[in-house]
Nanobody
Framework: QVQLAESGGGLVQTGGSLRLSCTASTRYFINYAMGWFRRAPGKEREFVAAVDNSGRNTRYSDSVKDRFVCSRDNVRNTVDLQMHNLKPDDTAIYYC????????????WGQGTQVTVSS
């Protein structure tokens, strides 16, 4: 069982930056792809970014590409989401997720951290 805990959310002005971090409680962190999702008020949860188990490959949604950077540290068992040039539309609860290598579904989720971008 993998437990995920996010931190780093908060209130920021438009154009500002925030760094989210997620710590995974597992001895086999390197066996999991890691991702970030978000749920904005009144909307469904959407994919934001992901990094493969090695950390060498990342992918992003079109809405955050070129503004967000997803990275992981396989020694510290953490995955970060560095967010730049934040916009009010980025306001959401951000969730960390883990997916076992080779699996199709994200099977482990954190409780989420709130990010609010003021205009």
């Amino acid at each position: 069982q993998v437990q995920l805990a996010e931190s780093g959310g908060g209130l920021v002005q438009t154009g500002g930056s925030l760094r989210l971090s997620c710590t995974a409680s597992t001895r086999y962190f390197i066996n999991y792809a890691m991702g970030w999702f978000r749920r904005a008020p009144g909307k469904e949860r959407e994919f934001v970014a992901a990094v493969d188990n090695s950390g060498r490959n990342t992918r992003y949604s079109d809405s955050v590409k070129d503004r967000f950077v997803c990275s992981r540290d396989n020694v510290r068992n953490t995955v970060d989401l560095q967010m730049h040039n934040l916009k009010p539309d980025d306001t959401a609860i951000y969730y960390c997720a883990a997916k076992p290598k080779g699996a199709e579904a994200w099977s482990h989720w954190g409780q989420g951290t709130q990010v609010t971008v003021s205009s």
